[in-house]
């Protein structure tokens, strides 16, 4: 099991960056995929990228290149999503998820956070 706790979400206004965390425990990370996914109010869940613990390697939406970087500290098992420029679109709640290599599926996930972002 891997239990995943974000935080840092919030009401900020448009044009602010905001650090997004996610902490991991349970598991040791070293054969996972951590993700970033979003769900604005009346959408689908949506991919905003991830990070393959062990190498670093990113794999991120294009939607949101740019703005968003997504990080993680092995010290302190946790991953971070940070989102510059925000703006009103960028409103949802964000959830971590975990998946274990080489399955396909994010089968752990978070509570969520939400970020509100006001114009």
């Given amino acids: 099991q ?5 935080s840092g979400g919030g009401l900020v206004q448009a044009g602010d960056s905001l650090r997004l965390s996610c902490a ?7 054969d996972f995929l951590m993700g970033w996914f979003r769900q604005a109010p009346g959408k689908e869940r949506e991919f ?7 190498s670093g390697r990113l794999d991120s939406a ?6 968003f970087t997504i990080s993680r500290d092995k010290a302190e ?3 971070y999503l940070e989102i510059s420029s925000l703006k009103p679109e960028d409103t949802a709640v964000y959830y971590c ?3 274990q290599l080489p399955y396909a599926r994010y089968e752990w996930w978070g509570q969520g956070t939400q970020v509100i972002v006001s114009s």
């Fill in 2 to 6: 891997v239990q995943l706790v974000e």
């Fill in 24 to 30: 991991a425990s349970g598991r040791t990370l070293s």
């Fill in 48 to 54: 905003v990228g991830a990070i393959y613990w062990s």
């Fill in 62 to 67: 294009d939607s949101v290149k740019g703005r």
């Fill in 77 to 79: 098992n946790t991953v």
């Fill in 97 to 99: 998820a975990a998946r």
